[in-house]
């Protein structure tokens, strides 16, 4: 997965970089893997997309409602997405 970069003409709220570290990474691709091997090509493809586009909501604005500061895990003011079921 690379790493996501906002759409042209959606500005990047504060100036904020986005980075996916090495360990997030390997997540994410374990996490395809489990959904293909489980539940197929098809929904593999949609919950990347899925990830991807919660990635791409992060970087355009961070404090976006539905995140939360994880200060353990990121760096300068990081946040993480909670989804609800």
């Avoid at 790493?3 to 360990?23: C, M």
């Avoid at 992060?58 to 539905?66: F, K, L, M, S, T």
């Amino acid at each position: 997965m690379t790493e996501p970069s906002p759409e042209p003409g959606r500005p990047k709220k504060n100036g904020i970089r986005f980075h996916v570290a090495g360990p997030a990474r390997r997540d994410i691709a374990a996490i395809l893997k489990r959904s293909l091997r489980e539940f197929g090509m098809e929904a593999s493809l949609r919950y990347r997309a899925l990830i991807r586009q919660a990635l791409l909501d992060i970087e355009a604005d961070h404090e976006r409602p539905g995140s939360i500061a994880r200060p353990e895990l990121m760096v300068e003011k990081g946040r993480g997405l909670t989804t609800s079921r």
